[in-house]
């Protein structure tokens, strides 16, 4: 056998239509091996023909002109699965295939991963070769591409020294596996998209340092991050120049767009989420592509990584029936900047609050990262960081031709009365928070500690979160110190959550709500320092204990927060606790900071 596949450049014989020539010996090869005993596929992977074969494969799908002739689509399906039979009988085994970048196994892998390509995109194979989509179903003319993810996902399920994945990444990069994968994305069918999505957030988590890079330029190349693909574009520039002429062709034109934008190179990250929420059987692909974009983000410091989807999108899919889906997508919202600091992403940012209340508890979780984060970004004047206070007030006005907005927006100023437009004053700076100081004072000195519970819809008004009123949701926040602000209400319940991750991240995200325009006020007003004192001196965690100290010493920047806290007598109680815990150099200074005759 081996002679014949190395004799195949002599051979003159025509195979028949839609056979590549080797493909008789594969599928032969095949049956033998997993008909037979373990000691045959253990010489087989002993012997020279089986490194040999993988050459002969790679050297027929040559990149930009593949060997047809000599392996069919089928025939490249049983090879394949022969891969697939010995990797699941031997994987450790079959490991040195795929660390050793001189090899020839990752570079063929790396040409299987989108031999499909040339039949969806291209159609460099025709009937006499082998099949072309239309001729078999979409699961048939793309299994070739994921008969390889599986391959190629073999070492990160198998218990592997950290050498031999560094060996095996360094493979996976010299043969640009990543960028080859997200030209799969582009191409194949929807439902074919999990596997090589997963694939991608693998290698992302594997190998940031290097994996990253290379899928975000592959990815801004192809315009993968725009919100609009070139067919939706082209679509609506000709539909606008034919508005009011034929009909019917422009709607077979549509339709013929609409199949293109499916399996074509300008899909985008936006046209893709888009695609799978309109499938349940489409979900965990929808929770592999926001994973992965989360993934970059969280490793991308310089520029920050786009928000990739249309605020409006992201604001249906934080309100998606699927768990995976909402806890996804606050997971990506706390890895990314707001896309704009405009009206679209102040709703946004108000839908993300909202999901502190979820039931599910990973949505909570990610919820209550991705809103401390953004609240971090909210400077002590009320206005986002970098944001010149002026041009947010343009950006976040309401339009007066939105009379719905308009309505809510007086609303909001008749219950909270803090804010009117863009050069507003905070009423708790200089009158409201000395009688709240000393009403809170009066009222938890020396008391021990309770909890809180869910707060009801008239608290929810009050703090500019949206509340039901006859069974329809209102009350809008106008401006990213309102929805601060109104944050506190949400995040204080979540200090007594079962989960203690839950109660770190709550800890933290009041921490940066503190030293934020107005939230000083707003945890005066819901009692949050004296619930942040409970969490560090009684809860179980040391990390949460730990969070809610450095909480603490944010707060305690502030006098009128640091003076409730002396009331509350938190130096004496967390001495206490310190005096039975670890060395912790924050909480002494914290101790010293909130002692009564401690300078401001």
């Not at 991963?113 to 070769?129: M, P, V």
């Not at 998209?193 to 975000?216: G, W």
């Not at 600091?341 to 946004?348: E, G, M, T």
Request: charged letters at 20%.
């Amino acid at each position: 056998m081996e002679q014949a596949l190395a004799s195949a450049a002599e051979l003159s014989l025509s195979p028949p239509a839609g056979w590549g020539l080797f493909d008789g010996l594969l599928t032969l090869l095949y049956q033998a091996l997993s008909e037979g005993d373990g000691s045959t596929a253990s010489q087989f992977m002993d012997s020279a023909l089986w490194r040999f074969l993988w050459l002969r494969v790679g050297v027929a799908l040559e990149e930009g002109r593949p060997h047809w002739d000599c392996f069919s689509h089928n025939g490249l399906q049983v090879f394949l699965s022969l891969a697939l039979f010995l990797f699941t009988r031997e994987p450790y085994r079959c490991l040195p295939l795929l660390a050793n970048h001189n090899a020839d196994c990752v570079l063929t892998l790396a040409r299987l991963l989108t031999a499909d390509c040339f039949l969806l995109k291209d159609g460099a194979c025709n009937e006499s070769t082998a099949r072309s989509p239309s001729d078999s179903s979409s699961s048939s003319s793309s299994s070739l591409s994921v008969m390889t993810c599986h391959l190629l996902c073999f070492p990160f399920a198998l218990d592997i020294t950290e050498d031999t994945v560094d060996e095996i990444l360094q493979s996976y990069h010299s043969c640009d596996i990543v960028p080859r994968l997200l030209q799969l994305c582009l191409l194949l069918p929807l439902p074919l998209l999990e596997l090589p999505l997963a694939l991608l957030c693998r290698l992302l988590l594997s190998d940031p340092q290097y994996s990253i890079p290379r899928f975000i330029a592959e990815a801004e190349s192809c315009s993968f991050f725009s919100l609009t693909t070139a067919s939706e574009e082209a679509k609506i520039h000709k539909r606008d120049n034919n508005e009011g002429s034929q009909k019917k062709n422009s709607k077979l034109t549509n339709t013929d767009d609409s199949r293109s934008l499916s399996q074509s190179e300008n899909r985008t990250a936006s046209s893709l989420l888009a695609s799978f929420l309109q499938s349940e059987s489409l979900f965990s692909s929808a929770v592999e592509l926001i994973s992965l974009l989360s993934h970059a983000a969280r490793c991308s410091v310089s520029p920050p990584f786009p928000l990739c989807f249309d605020p409006a999108l992201v604001r249906l899919v934080l309100n998606h029936p699927d768990d995976r889906i909402r806890a996804a997508t606050c997971g990506l919202l706390g890895n990314v900047r707001p896309p704009n600091y405009d009206r679209p992403s102040l709703l946004l940012f108000q839908d993300l609050i909202g999901k502190l209340r979820d039931q599910s508890m990973q949505v909570r979780r990610a919820a209550c990262r991705a809103v401390g984060n953004w609240v971090g970004l909210i400077g002590p004047n009320g206005v986002p960081r970098g944001v010149d206070k002026e041009e947010r007030a343009k950006e976040g006005g309401v339009s007066n031709a939105n009379k719905e907005n308009e309505k809510a927006g007086s609303r909001g100023a008749r219950t909270r009365g803090t804010i009117q437009g863009g050069e507003a004053k905070r009423k708790g700076g200089r009158d409201v928070t000395p009688k709240m100081e000393e009403s809170v004072g009066k009222k938890n000195k020396g008391a021990g500690f309770q909890k809180i519970g869910v707060l009801p819809s008239n608290m929810m008004k009050e703090a500019g979160l949206p509340y039901k009123e006859d069974g329809k949701e209102v009350g809008h926040a106008q401006n990213w110190e309102e929805l601060t602000q109104g944050a506190v209400p949400v995040l204080l319940p979540l200090l007594t959550d079962s989960d203690p991750v839950i109660r770190q991240r709550c800890c933290s995200a009041l921490g940066n709500v503190g030293v934020s325009g107005g939230g000083g006020a707003s945890l005066l007003q819901c009692d949050g320092p004296r619930l942040l004192l409970e969490r560090a001196c009684t809860d179980s965690r040391h990390a949460v204990r730990q969070a809610a100290i450095s909480a603490l010493r944010a707060l305690s920047q502030q006098e009128a927060l640091r003076q409730v806290l002396v009331s509350l007598d938190a130096s004496e109680k967390l001495r206490t606790v310190s005096q039975h815990a670890p060395r912790q150099r924050h909480c002494h200074w914290l101790i010293s900071k909130l002692r009564p005759t401690a300078s401001a």
